[in-house]
């Protein structure tokens, strides 16, 4: 009946051992059981579900039966004015140079939702009108790395993070708000290992396919008060067609960003592309919510960091960067600055991992939290997953003149 509260309940994501108190205070995601239907969610449910997405992150539904219909449904909803529009756009990979081509097909009923995952998939329940079979293929770190692992060492079960991001074009689209990732099959008793082969020693114990997810709000606690202050005064400038001109780059071994070897398309070799399209945004993005702030960047596409002075009144100290404003261009030191902020919170004790068994919904939060796939398969493995997300009818909101005057 309209009016009722609606019967949710929540309890914790499972941490796994190891996983630092900050993320359990910062109570990082949510599991949600009692939705009547998942396809049907009335508005006290939303209501309810929206509030839980921004201060989680993460939000996971079990075992529910979710159409293509539903998920495009439950994800415009948390964004009602923007077009419905998949957030790469209907074309989505220009000229087909962009290095999203190979992963994703749109189903034909509802484009915005997108098949993704690995091997042959000739079950038209998850193909919803491709042609079967369809023929997907996992990311492999091998393709889009610097370096790979031996042989040897991916049949002990050794496997890196793929590629740390947000689901944004960062180009000519502002960046989906939510993504609902809903997984149809998969393996579920494979177990890697991701070794992060940066010299730390780092290593995370996680599922095969198991999407690895970190908190942009704790990205931004762990900084020390002179990346903080850093952090609330840089807005950073993402290149035109990011996907198309990293395309000739290659990954940092953590899939942290990218090697700065000069691999970069050039401009005058990129598809059309115009300087109003362009996308510069805020390192940090505040909660709609909360009001936390999030550190918020894609670092594989960034290509330059604008930062602004000490606001009136900041004193400089001996510690303060840049306490004058300064525009970094060279693309090296804007890769190691930004990676020596976010390398922190993708150590093993700040990752949660989901575990997907089949028909698992996770929602999470796009604008506060940074993914990446894992794992790498065999061609006749399957995993079969409904992705969507939507670019947003607006643009992250960075910090206030108060934040700036706290962290500054």
């Known amino acids: 009946m309209p009016g009722l509260k609606p019967q949710l309940t929540t309890r914790p994501i499972p941490y796994a051992e190891g996983t630092s108190p900050a993320l359990k205070e910062a109570e990082f995601g949510v599991i949600v059981d009692g939705v009547a239907d998942i396809n049907n969610i009335t508005a006290s449910e939303f209501v309810e579900i929206e509030r839980l997405l921004y201060t989680h992150g993460l939000v996971l539904f079990p075992g529910v039966k979710l159409t293509p219909k539903g998920q495009y449904e439950l994800t415009q909803a948390f964004d009602p004015l923007a077009?419905?529009?998949?957030?790469?756009?209907?074309?989505?990979?220009?000229?087909?140079?962009?290095?999203?081509?190979?992963?994703?097909?749109?189903?034909?009923?509802?484009?915005?939702?997108?098949?993704?995952?690995?091997?042959?998939?000739?079950?038209?329940?998850?193909?919803q009108g491709l042609r079967i079979p369809c023929v997907l293929k996992h990311p492999s770190h091998e393709t889009f790395h610097k370096t790979a692992l031996s042989e040897e060492d991916s049949k002990k079960g050794i496997t890196r993070f793929y590629r740390w991001h947000i689901d944004a074009s960062l180009y000519a689209r502002e960046p989906p708000r939510v993504t609902t990732l809903y997984g149809l099959k998969m393996p579920t008793e494979t177990r890697q290992t991701v070794r992060y082969d940066?010299?730390?020693?780092?290593e995370l114990a996680v599922p095969l396919g198991g999407t690895a997810f970190v908190s942009g709000r704790i990205m931004f606690d762990l900084l020390p008060a002179r990346l903080k202050s850093l952090a609330v005064r840089t807005k950073v400038q993402y290149a035109p067609?990011?996907?198309?001109?990293?395309?000739?780059?290659?990954?940092?071994?953590t899939g942290l960003g990218m090697e700065s070897d000069g691999t970069e398309m050039s401009r005058d070799d990129l598809p059309p592309w115009s300087e109003d399209n362009i996308k510069i945004y805020p390192m940090l993005w505040k909660n709609p919510v909360t009001g936390n702030l999030h550190f918020q960047v894609h670092p594989s596409g960034v290509e330059s960091m604008i930062i602004d002075p000490l606001p009136a009144g900041g004193e400089a100290t001996a510690d303060t960067l840049y306490p004058s404003g300064a525009h970094l261009t060279d693309l090296k030191e804007v890769r190691d600055l930004l990676y020596s902020?976010?390398?922190p919170a993708i150590s093993p004790q700040y990752v949660y991992t989901h575990s997907w068994s089949p028909n698992d919904l996770a929602?999470?939060?796009?604008?506060?939290?940074?993914h990446t796939i894992t794992g790498a398969f065999q061609p006749h493995e399957q995993r079969a997953f409904w992705q969507c997300n939507i670019a947003a009818s607006d643009a992250p909101v960075g910090p206030n003149e108060e934040d700036v005057k706290t962290w500054a």
Do not use: C
Request: charged fraction near 20%.
């Open 198 to 202: 940066d010299g730390t020693g780092d």
């Open 241 to 253: 067609h990011p996907y198309v001109w990293m395309g000739s780059a290659k990954s940092r071994s």
């Open 363 to 370: 929602l999470f939060h796009n604008r506060g939290t940074l």
């Open 83 to 127: 077009l419905g529009e998949y957030g790469h756009g209907s074309v989505g990979r220009p000229e087909a140079k962009s290095i999203l081509h190979p992963d994703l097909r749109n189903i034909p009923s509802n484009p915005a939702v997108q098949l993704i995952g690995n091997g042959p998939i000739d079950d038209s329940e998850i193909t």
């Open 341 to 343: 902020m976010q390398r």
